[in-house]
């Protein structure tokens, strides 16, 4: 009621008086819808007729209420959509549990986000900013969790990383004997004398230096880790052995801590590594899992019994999934096998993170050419549709990327910025374009504590 109250205020005229008491005009999302206005765009052209030609009864099985519907429904086309995050969870509780987390920080705790996603954020785009705005805030210094190996290593700016010696496997890798699958949806079975070195990147505030070094692994015989922190003294340590167990070798050390770490392994039989975890102590950390081409569905490949072992040392407090980008197209007219994956999808998420708040983040906006003129391709608004009917039926929280960046044509627009703020495949963001949304995003959170901290008070 209170919320129905404030949007409300946002249409009152100026000038309007009660008794003698003017009323000001009220608009609550002001802070984040400031970062869009500090970008200049230009029109671009739109040609919205191929709506019409779409059998538009696949893009959402129904709107209508129902006793059975979870949570709050925005009507269509709300003034709430890419603004705040729709609450779906059964007493809509999904952000009081978080930010209940995030007030523990001040008492030394660490708060964790596991944000699944394709390559829209691959190199930490968005997400590089988000962490370093969020870890300003709340505190905490660190990337958190790093892959073994990466395809974008070159092109990360919160890590240097190096490596090589490794067989990479991973959810959408085909063939061969693939090992149990770790967290992030990879795992790296070393040949000999494989390495991994992690640097501090210096672009980020908050990704320089950390204090704990983290290494998940499994093993099925006695084994040895050589490291070494930046130009000291080199160590070895034994880690620790068992068949299907998911272990930990940490470093910890103090205050400011080390700007890198070198890792070798001598004996790589029956070793599989998952990844380790750069960062210091309490504070908020977003760890990073993109896959690229993940559509959501590979996500069914992760075990729930290993994902909970990796949760016991890394306690999650929220789960962000992002994808649909590799099911977007301009000839898409029916999504009724995409929402069926990722109907799947959601329902085995939910197995992985049993007591988990899980944030659907849509699917956000793709140009390409429609006829002659370049415009949204007409799979996005189907699918952004479908994920929040689906969010909304599993009792999750939701937030329309789509509308967030501005609809459509908002990647578009984006491109033809100077700089780029988004590459000319019209997919994908570039550094700049991500911290845009980065920035946004993070306001966005930071407006839904400020409620969550309101709302408080008066309980």
């Given at each position: 009621m209170l919320m129905i109250m404030l949007i409300s205020l946002q249409f009152v005229p100026e000038g309007i008086e009660l008794g003698e008491l003017p009323i000001r005009k009220m608009d609550i999302f002001s802070d984040i819808r400031s970062v869009h206005q500090t970008i200049e765009v230009t029109d671009i052209p739109i040609d919205t007729s191929y709506y019409a030609a779409l059998d538009t009864s696949a893009w959402v099985q129904t709107d209508t209420i129902t006793e059975n519907t979870l949570g709050p429904v925005p009507l269509k086309d709300s003034i709430v959509y890419g603004k705040m995050i729709e609450d779906y969870t059964y007493d809509q509780s999904g952000l009081?549990?978080?930010?209940?987390?995030?007030?523990?920080?001040?008492?030394?705790?660490?708060?964790?986000?596991?944000?699944?996603?394709?390559?829209?954020?691959?190199?930490?785009?968005?997400?590089?900013?988000?962490?370093?705005?969020?870890?300003?805030?709340?505190?905490?210094?660190?990337?958190?969790?790093?892959?073994?190996?990466?395809?974008?290593?070159?092109?990360?700016?919160?890590?240097?990383?190096?490596?090589?010696?490794?067989?990479?496997?991973?959810?959408?890798k085909k063939g061969g004997n693939r090992p149990a699958l770790g967290i992030n949806g990879y795992a790296y079975k070393p040949s000999i004398e494989a390495s991994i070195f992690y640097e501090g990147a210096h672009y980020f505030k908050h990704t320089r230096l950390w204090t704990n070094a983290k290494l998940f692994y499994s093993s099925g015989a006695n084994n040895r880790i050589t490291w070494q922190l930046d130009d000291r003294v080199q160590h070895v340590d034994e880690l620790k052995s068992k068949p299907g167990v998911i272990h930990q070798w940490m470093w910890e050390g103090n205050y400011p801590g080390t700007t890198s770490i070198s890792m070798r392994f001598a004996y790589p039989d029956s070793l599989t590594l998952y990844g380790a975890s750069l960062e210091s102590g309490a504070g908020v950390y977003i760890d990073n899992f993109s896959v690229r081409g993940n559509s959501g569905g590979p996500l069914g490949l992760l075990k729930p019994e290993v994902i909970q072992q990796f949760d016991r040392y890394l306690k999650y407090d929220l789960i962000v999934l992002q994808v649909g980008l590799n099911a977007v197209t301009n000839s898409l007219n029916n999504i009724r096998w995409y929402e069926a994956e990722l109907e799947r999808t959601f329902k085995h998420l939910r197995k992985c993170f049993p007591n988990q708040p899980i944030l659907i983040v849509s699917v956000g906006?793709?140009?390409?050419?429609?006829?002659d003129e370049l415009g949204t391709m007409r799979g996005v608004?189907?699918?952004?549709?479908?994920?929040?009917?689906?969010?909304?039926?599993?009792?999750?929280?939701?937030?329309?990327?789509?509308?967030?960046?501005?609809?459509?044509?908002?990647?578009?627009?984006?491109?033809?910025?100077?700089?780029?703020?988004?590459?000319?495949?019209?997919?994908?963001?570039?550094?700049?374009?991500?911290?845009?949304?980065?920035?946004?995003?993070?306001?966005?959170?930071?407006?839904?504590?400020?409620?969550?901290?309101?709302?408080?008070?008066?309980?």
């Open positions: 009081k549990h978080f930010f209940a987390q995030i007030d523990s920080i001040k008492t030394g705790s660490q708060v964790r986000i596991a944000w699944y996603g394709d390559s829209f954020v691959e190199g930490d785009i968005l997400i590089g900013d988000l962490r370093d705005t969020l870890q300003s805030v709340w505190g905490g210094q660190g990337v958190g969790f790093v892959p073994v190996t990466s395809e974008v290593a070159q092109f990360k700016r919160t890590i240097k990383h190096q490596f090589k010696g490794w067989n990479t496997f991973s959810i959408i906006d793709r140009g390409g050419k429609l006829g608004p189907a699918i952004v549709s479908m994920q929040r009917s689906l969010a909304r039926k599993h009792g999750f929280l939701f937030y329309d990327l789509f509308w967030g960046m501005g609809g459509p044509n908002s990647m578009i627009r984006l491109a033809m910025q100077r700089p780029r703020l988004a590459n000319t495949d019209y997919t994908h963001l570039t550094h700049e374009g991500g911290k845009v949304i980065g920035f946004q995003f993070a306001g966005m959170l930071l407006e839904e504590q400020r409620r969550y901290k309101n709302q408080k008070q008066f309980q």
